[in-house]
């Protein structure tokens, strides 16, 4: 049995150093548990940035060339924090080539490149795993991929991006204008290098492809669901959703209808009893519906350096673990489906709505005709004019994505109409 395994990471940035932190500080007890004593060799750092005092205190060498890691034999585990697409996907893709087990906190990269990786980490019989890849510090992958076995999963709803949910809280809590909570999001770490993934929730857009992975055995891609963010909601929108007995959250859902899935990222009014609304500023939620446990519920912090290190040394362990027996190297997802897409027809939820038309009477009126031409029953909650056009808001019994899509764009190709907000209601 291997007694030590070497490992090569590439980046330290919040999370780089975060591994190396608390694997210098769980070593001992990995060590008990496993008997392999995990040591990073080496790092992955860019010219010119700074890291001697780290790589001096724990004893690693600082490279700037990632064949210096890549062809370095001793190195068993590679540990990718860059984050981004490229080079990861390279520098990710040749380590598993040469046999090196991989560990990954990298959505992008999982939710774009994950089906070619894994092939590839079978081929070379090298694990590859990336729990912190979803929801930070919350085991979600491994609950998913172990404690359901026995179980199949219908929903899965989460708020999987905590530089946004913190912003949302921020915003409706403390005032905070949605600039200054972006500031102070990525001050604390919680944010992408470039902010725009999470407020225009491409991030939250990922972990829901890996979700869907995971709950259902499918690939599906950015291209076959909507994306939407939080760029563009109204603090009034929010407060009026609060009046009426609910929150406004992002959320990425991905749902079993008939036999296909269907997935969405977007804000969506979370009615305030349900386990979801009461998650604040970084925390994440992942809400799971199942036939056999029913509803459950794993929530933690789903950003910042320590919890996302500590899903990353997880891995690590797991790795070590698995050296003591002589299976092939276990993947993380091993469960695939076909994929197939629910039919719109079949997808029913309830909106909320604001519309935004001239005063004239008889506008709203046709509006009226609009939604009785595609049976949509409504109850209007806000009816307002300012500046001089008149704001209707009104939330809807379910309808399904068909009668939504025509409604929303006959309203839009009215003249000087149109939805200005729309949000799925979840259930309770
Ligand atoms: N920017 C991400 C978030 C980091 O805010 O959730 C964790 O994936």
């Not at 190396?20 to 008997?35: A, D, F, P, Y």
């Not at 459950?296 to 673990?321: F, H, K």
């Not at 609009?370 to 409504?378: G, I, P, T, V």
């Not at 994505?401 to 003249?415: A, G, L, P, R």
Request: with cysteine.
């Amino acid at each position: 049995m291997q007694k030590r395994l070497q490992i090569g990471i590439l980046g330290l940035g919040v999370v780089g150093c975060g591994v190396v932190q608390i694997l210098s500080q769980e070593r001992q007890k990995i060590k008990e548990k496993t008997g392999v004593e995990l040591v990073i060799t080496k790092a992955l750092v860019r010219p010119g940035e700074d890291k001697s005092a780290l790589a001096t205190a724990h004893n690693f060498q600082l490279v700037y060339d990632i064949n210096d890691i890549t062809a370095d034999s001793d190195i068993d585990v590679v540990v990718e924090v860059m984050g981004k697409i490229h080079p990861a996907n390279e520098f990710v893709t040749e380590a598993l080539q040469k046999g090196k087990h991989v560990v990954t906190a990298n959505k992008d990269l999982l939710a774009e490149k994950g089906t070619a990786l894994v092939q590839t980490a079978i081929e070379n019989h090298v694990s590859l795993y990336y729990e912190a890849s979803v929801a930070g510090g919350i085991p979600i992958l491994r609950v998913l991929a172990n404690s359901f076995v026995a179980d199949e999963i219908t929903e899965v709803l989460g708020i999987i991006n905590g530089t946004t949910n913190y912003m949302l809280t921020q915003m409706v809590e403390e005032g905070m204008s949605y600039e200054d909570a972006l500031v102070k999001a990525q001050e604390l770490g919680f944010a992408e290098s470039d902010p725009k993934n999470d407020v225009d929730g491409i991030d939250a857009a990922y972990k829901t492809v890996i979700l869907t992975r995971f709950a259902y055995g499918l690939d599906i891609s950015l291209d076959d669901f909507v994306v939407k963010g939080i760029r563009g909601i109204e603090l009034s929108d929010i407060e009026l959703a609060q009046s009426l007995g609910y929150e406004v959250k992002l959320i990425g859902l991905t749902k079993k209808v008939g036999s296909g899935v269907f997935a969405e990222v977007a804000p969506a009014l979370v009615p305030k009893h349900h386990p979801l609304a009461s998650i604040r500023n970084e925390f994440n939620g992942v809400f799971v519906r199942s036939t056999g446990i029913g509803q459950s519920m794993y929530y933690g912090p789903g950003a910042g350096s320590l919890p996302t290190a500590t899903s990353v040394v997880t891995d690590l362990a797991v790795i070590a673990e698995n050296q003591s027996d002589n299976k092939p190297a276990p993947q993380f997802a091993s469960y695939t489906a076909k994929k197939v897409f629910a039919d719109p027809n079949e997808v029913f939820y309830r909106y909320f709505i604001a519309l935004e038309l001239p005063c004239e009477k008889v506008l709203w009126q046709e509006v009226q005709k609009l939604a009785e031409q595609f049976d949509l029953s409504y109850e209007v909650v806000a009816d307002q004019e300012i500046a001089g056009k008149r704001r209707i808001v009104f939330l809807t019994k379910a309808i399904n994505e068909v009668q939504k899509h025509q409604f929303v764009t006959s309203v839009n190709k009215m003249d000087a109409s149109h939805v200005s907000q729309i949000m799925k209601v979840m259930e309770e």
